[in-house]
């Protein structure tokens, strides 16, 4: 016999959660996370704004969560202060989705409805998950508000690239019902990745950071090209994050993906193009960050025309690339931190430490990517940092955004100890 009750193990059985759905179109994916947080065992008590109200019908939260739509601080309620007591009694408050209105009066302290009161008024941990167009996202009030969030310990789980309201197409769509639940079980689980989320951002003002992202493509014609999976993710993720911090950042890019708000991009596509415009802004960086996946190997002399199946099976001769981390490494400043990458599909230890030897770095980012949810194409990572002074600091799977500041975390204070 198959039951469907829950799972006892799982961190979402018994906890109070409330729900506060904001007015936007994509409103309708909280009736998912509702059903999904009521069928794996939490006690769900939903808050929609009157705007929500445009968008999905009280009736259906009503239905499916575990108790009835709570709407006003004056019409619908029965018991006493429930600006405060909603709040009070969350094991968690999730906002899904989370407007850039109601993102900003939290920011800001302002309580003008039951939901921005029951946020202000809570002790519990908070998750908001951001949902507007791509304009709005990368407005720099909502990336100052964002900052104010993070820093305050609040976690977010970042909006996707992907179609939006009316046909666009951009950056700001909210994550898919599945990320946010898993969010929500990281933490109540208390593990490592929810604590990541926790750390404020260290206060990067005034520091020059260089970040490179994505994987370099080497040409084999004009067509064709030797490439890797890499996504850029967490590169964009460390750019994103110390932007947000106070640094000035310069992303050198392979992808063609939004650029977080207050980043500097510089677009590239090769090996040699990523280590031209890396060198350029290195010198005068206190943090380098080397995320990209970097080809090891280029072809001899690609021809300027395309390569024909009809004169056969072609013979390709390749060359290596620079190594850029390691020419980096032999010339880094010494008020310089050089991050180096590691990603790995055996002896992940062994390999980084290996590399971090080699390379001259002050930490290499080690990950095996034929994990699960690891590395290329995902919005989650798991890492150990390896340090120079031979400290290690293994990160459990969580945001690439959150592996991102716990990162910075450690790279600054190994910068407070040196200066």
Same mark, same amino acid.
């Given at each position: 016999m198959v039951s469907n009750a829950p799972s006892t193990n799982?961190?979402?059985?018994? =906890?109070?959660?409330? @729900?506060?759905?904001?007015?936007?179109i994509s409103a309708y994916k909280a009736i998912e996370v509702c059903r999904r947080l009521v069928d794996a065992g939490a006690h769900v008590v939903p808050i929609m704004t009157k705007s929500a109200e445009r968008f999905v019908g009280k009736v259906t939260f009503s239905a499916l969560a575990s108790e009835p739509v709570h709407t006003s601080m004056w019409d619908d309620w029965g018991g006493p202060i429930p600006h405060t007591k909603l709040g009070q009694e969350a094991d968690l408050i999730l906002v899904c989705p989370a407007t850039a209105r109601v993102i900003g009066s939290y920011a800001s302290g302002i309580s003008d409805d039951l939901l921005t009161n029951s946020l202000i008024a809570t002790k519990a941990p908070v998750i908001v998950c951001p949902a507007m167009h791509t304009e709005m996202w990368e407005h720099p009030a909502v990336s100052d508000n964002i900052a104010v969030l993070r820093r305050r310990g609040v976690h977010i789980v970042e909006p996707e690239a992907g179609r939006l309201a009316g046909g666009d197409i951009g950056h700001g769509r909210l994550a898919e019902p599945s990320t946010v639940i898993e969010s929500a079980r990281r933490v109540l689980g208390g593990s490592a990745a929810a604590d990541s989320g926790t750390v404020e951002l260290p206060d990067m003002t005034g520091l020059r950071v260089v970040v490179t992202a994505g994987g370099t493509r080497e040409p084999i014609d004009p067509i064709r090209f030797v490439g890797n999976r890499s996504t850029g993710k967490q590169g964009y993720a460390f750019a994103e994050i110390a932007a947000r911090a106070g640094a000035q950042v310069d992303l050198i890019t392979t992808v063609a993906i939004p650029v977080p708000s207050g980043v500097n991009a510089v677009a590239v596509t090769t090996a040699a193009e990523m280590h031209q415009a890396t060198s350029e802004r290195a010198t005068g960086a206190d943090i380098v960050v080397m995320a990209a996946a970097v080809a090891d190997f280029? *072809?001899?002399? *690609? *021809?300027?025309? =395309?390569? #024909? #199946?009809?004169?056969?099976? *072609?013979?390709?001769?390749f060359e290596r690339t620079v190594d850029i981390l390691a020419d980096l490494g032999s010339r880094k400043p010494a008020h310089q931190q050089l991050v180096g990458f590691a990603a790995e599909t055996d002896e992940l230890i062994a390999n980084a430490a290996a590399k971090l030897e080699s390379k001259g770095a002050d930490f290499i980012v080690a990950n095996d990517v034929s994990a699960a949810g690891v590395g290329f194409g995902h919005d989650t990572n798991a890492v150990t940092v390896l340090a120079r002074d031979g400290s290690r600091d293994s990160?459990? @799977?969580?945001? =690439?955004?959150?592996?991102?500041?716990?990162?910075?975390?450690?790279?600054?204070?190994?910068?407070?100890t040196t200066s």
């Open positions: 799982d961190s979402l059985v018994g =906890k109070r959660i409330v @729900l506060g759905v904001c007015g936007g280029r *072809p001899i002399d *690609p *021809p300027d025309h =395309k390569i #024909k #199946k009809r004169n056969g099976v *072609p013979i390709i001769e990160l459990a @799977l969580a945001s =690439k955004h959150d592996i991102a500041r716990a990162v910075l975390t450690t790279v600054m204070a190994a910068r407070s």
